[in-house]
């Protein structure tokens, strides 16, 4: 299915089914070894104590689980990809296929939540910001990890990176990072003039959430955000 007759949900889909084995490998690569830094930021952020329950949604190969995990937390990943959670499943993950707009567990089933990199792939962003909230207890933690866009004088640079430094890289590296290479871009910069920071911060609020906190990391490359379920 082509990425401009699809919706969101099956876009994301279908980018990330080809690149599930070396996903992390080059994610960490491509991305200047930035998206690790901006993970382990938005699990410092967490305050919830050793077993804690934890929904790790659009968990994908694992890399959020388990730096869940190394702070005693007790993780489900669940994920839309069956070969991208397959993948965290051999490194210890307790794994549900599912998606984050219909997610399989009752009100207030978890003490926190986290997402990597999802509402550009959702088909409804609020109907999934409420999805998400809805299975947090009361007064419970949410985290995000997103691209952001930076602003000023690194804005051109961005966008000579994301437009033409990772088509080419990915058309290097093939097995499916040619896709990923060439959509990347724009759908970064399409979300992020629907969704700034600002934006972000209010659909949360309007989802249920309170203490919303942002975090523009890698001179504004990163959005890490934090919000705790009234």
């Keep these: ?17 080809p690149i599930a084995v070396t996903y992390e490998r080059w994610a960490r690569l491509l991305s200047l070894g ?11 952020g967490f305050d919830l104590s050793p077993g804690s329950r934890v929904l790790d949604v659009a968990a994908g190969t694992g890399s959020i689980t388990r730096l869940l995990e190394a702070r005693d937390l007790d993780v489900v990943s669940i994920d839309q990809s069956g070969e991208m959670i397959r993948l965290a499943q051999h490194q210890g993950a307790v794994p549900v296929l ?5 997610l399989p567990f009752a009100d207030g089933t978890f003490d926190g939540l986290t997402f990597g990199y ?38 051109p640079a961005w966008q000579l990176y994301t437009r033409v430094a990772l088509p080419a890289a990915g058309a290097v590296i093939q097995s499916g990072w040619a896709e990923v290479g060439r959509f990347l871009g724009p759908n970064i910069s399409e979300f992020a003039k629907a ?12 989802a249920g959430m309170s203490d919303v906190r942002i975090r523009r990391m890698s001179l504004g490359g990163g959005l890490v955000m934090w919000g705790r379920r009234r």
């Design 1 to 17: 299915m082509e990425p401009a007759t699809a919706t969101p949900r099956q876009v994301g889909k279908d980018l990330f089914a």
């Design 118 to 155: 999802l509402l550009r792939y959702v088909n409804d962003v609020t109907r999934c910001l409420h999805e998400l909230v809805r299975v947090v207890r009361p007064g419970g933690t949410i985290g995000m990890v997103e691209f952001g866009q930076p602003t000023g004088v690194w804005r």
């Design 195 to 206: 969704h700034p920071p600002d934006v972000l911060a209010s659909e949360w609020r309007d």
């Design 98 to 102: 599912a998606t984050a707009e219909q």
């Design 34 to 44: 930035q998206d690790a830094r901006w993970r382990e930021a938005m699990v410092d």
